[in-house]
């Protein structure tokens, strides 16, 4: 058995080690919100959060998590309104297009709006150029995160200057 604590909520499961947390995550958990991509790290869909900070959860085995902190698509959203700026700008801007991608573009969105909350463009794309969109709404991408950008900014009383 192994504990996890997804989304705030303790839980434990009865897996191998090894298995990877995304299946964990969409077939024991029943969150179905982080997509398969590739299978080997390299087109984000599957990223989550490890205790604060984006990962593959497609390679990232379950025992690495043992005791630590898995945000998942499902788990950012704020109380008042259900969802995180970001899925707001997301939703604002139109950014999806097919949309299978979008919940590991989001959650690398977040990770690079908590380290960096005013980014440029050469910052956004740097950061999510391990994230790819096989439809290109990369602009969109772009727009999205400085839309929640200024909308986070403001929360804060503070000024977006990216």
């Given amino acids: 058995m192994i504990t996890l604590t997804i989304n705030g909520k303790s839980q434990e499961f009865d897996v191998d080690p090894a298995t990877p947390i995304l299946w964990v995550l969409r077939e024991q958990a ?13 087109c984000g869909a599957c ?13 990232t085995p379950v025992q690495a ?8 698509i499902e788990g950012i959203g704020n109380a008042a309104t259900g969802l ?5 700008a ?3 801007e139109q950014v999806p297009q097919c949309g299978y991608c979008q919940s590991g573009q989001i959650m ?13 463009d050469a910052d956004i ?16 991408i772009r727009k999205g995160i400085k839309v929640a950008a ?9 000024a977006n200057n990216g």
């Fill in 150 to 158: 200024a909308a986070m900014a403001a929360q804060r009383g503070g």
């Fill in 84 to 88: 995180h700026p970001v899925q707001q």
């Fill in 65 to 72: 998590a043992a005791g630590q902190e898995i945000t998942t």
């Fill in 90 to 92: 997301w939703i604002a």
């Fill in 47 to 59: 990223t989550v959060h490890l205790n604060g900070m984006p990962i593959r959860s497609c390679v």
């Fill in 108 to 120: 690398a969105a977040v990770a690079l709006l908590h380290t960096n909350p005013a980014p440029t």
């Fill in 125 to 140: 794309d740097t950061a999510m150029s391990g994230n790819i969109c096989r439809c290109g709404t990369y602009p969109r």
């Fill in 30 to 42: 029943g969150l179905t919100g982080t997509k398969y991509g590739c299978g080997i790290a390299m």
